[in-house]
């Protein structure tokens, strides 16, 4: 019995070669997408944008911009505005969820690219987003050429120095602080303890604030019985204390931890000694003290009376710093700290910062207005 065989009506076949060239188009349509997104791909670019890009007709001026995190989030936002395309090239990135809406309205106002990048190095996604609504303002480099400026002072920053006439670092500076308002008055509360802490005339403690893992601070350390202070401290002390020994050398701490009622106490003793202004000049407020962080140490010597004038105040201006601890009070800083040189007063910050700040001679205010504020 002879097999027959399947003949197809001629439309059908038709059909079916149309659809089989489809198939194949797309097939060959399919490759050159792939091949033309695996371009921008290796550039860096998302799936998404790389569409967009090729959908646009943007591939070539893409290609010749190359790698850009924030074409590649611009091609991605709904804010996507094409006759931004060059400034979008040409401003240096940020991570800020809003950047394309804040860099449009940006361009809206009048900003240069340039002022765009400084603008948004400045501030973060609020910070950019509120200034973005404020009428253009004319003279930018005034201040944010200050790499840690803050753009939500921007306001400030004008005031103080139109106030006081200071330059726009020391302004900067100042702001950043918080020291164009008032001491003891216009102030931080601080309510978590770290070794990066600052504490001062415009940044407090509650009356009730404990540092972490408070431990007495036994013989031959203290100069006699019941001081404490932060375990931290008191273990970087040893070390220190060991190591100018080695040397022949004698530190001993004569101050440490207070809290807020013993301050209350010392500023009443020296209040009845010299009088109400020299208290307020000299002497912390309770609840300003460095020394309720127990971070802090007055430290004297077991071979001079005068610590100032020792052999140990010169080797700690030299090595304190290896030990994770600053002078925090020097004399040059009077004017940035807010109080009198203090020799024997140390402060605990770790070996990182205390650092930094030995090898930049600066203040812990200074340090803090540029990485922490």
Request: glycine residues 6%; contains cysteine; proline residues 2%.
């Amino acid at each position: 019995m002879k097999k027959r065989r399947l003949k197809l009506k001629k439309p059908v076949l038709i059909f079916l070669k149309t659809l089989m060239a489809i198939f194949v188009v797309g097939l060959i349509l399919l490759g050159i997408y792939s091949y033309q997104v695996h371009d921008l791909r290796k550039l860096g670019y998302s799936k998404i944008s790389s569409r967009n890009i090729l959908f646009g007709g943007k591939k070539e001026y893409v290609l010749k911009v190359g790698s850009s995190k924030l074409l590649n989030v611009a091609f991605e936002s709904p804010f996507y505005d094409e006759k931004n395309l060059d400034s979008y090239a040409k401003i240096e990135y940020q991570k800020q969820e809003n950047i394309i809406k804040n860099i449009n309205d940006l361009i809206e106002k009048g900003y240069s690219n340039n002022d765009i990048s400084i603008i948004l190095a400045h501030g973060n996604d609020d910070d950019v987003s509120n200034f973005a609504k404020r009428d253009k303002v004319k003279y930018l480099e005034e201040f944010y050429s200050i790499s840690y400026a803050k753009l939500k002072y921007y306001d400030r920053y004008v005031e103080y120095s139109r106030q006081t006439g200071e330059d726009e670092e020391t302004t900067v500076l100042f702001v950043n602080l918080g020291m164009d308002g008032e001491e003891y008055v216009d102030y931080n509360v601080i309510e978590d303890f770290s070794i990066d802490m600052l504490v001062n005339k415009y940044n407090r403690v509650s009356q009730d604030f404990l540092p972490t893992d408070l431990v007495e601070i036994k013989s031959p350390y203290a100069s006699d019985l019941g001081k404490e202070a932060s375990r931290i401290a008191v273990l970087a002390f040893k070390e220190m204390y060991d190591a100018a020994s080695k040397e022949g050398l004698g530190l001993v701490i004569n101050s440490a931890y207070r809290s807020y009622d013993d301050q209350v106490e010392l500023c009443e003793a020296y209040r009845l000694l010299y009088g109400d202004s020299y208290v307020e000049k000299y002497v912390a407020s309770p609840g300003f003290s460095e020394h309720q962080t127990g971070l802090a140490f007055d430290i004297g010597s077991t071979t001079s009376n005068i610590f100032a004038e020792s052999l140990e105040y010169k080797w700690m201006l030299d090595n304190a710093y290896k030990y994770g601890f600053i002078l925090r009070f020097p004399k040059s800083g009077q004017s940035i700290t807010g109080f009198r040189s203090e020799p024997w007063h140390y402060r605990y910050v770790g070996k990182e910062i205390a650092t930094y700040i030995y090898e930049h001679n600066i203040t812990l205010e200074e340090y803090y207005a540029e990485f922490l504020a």
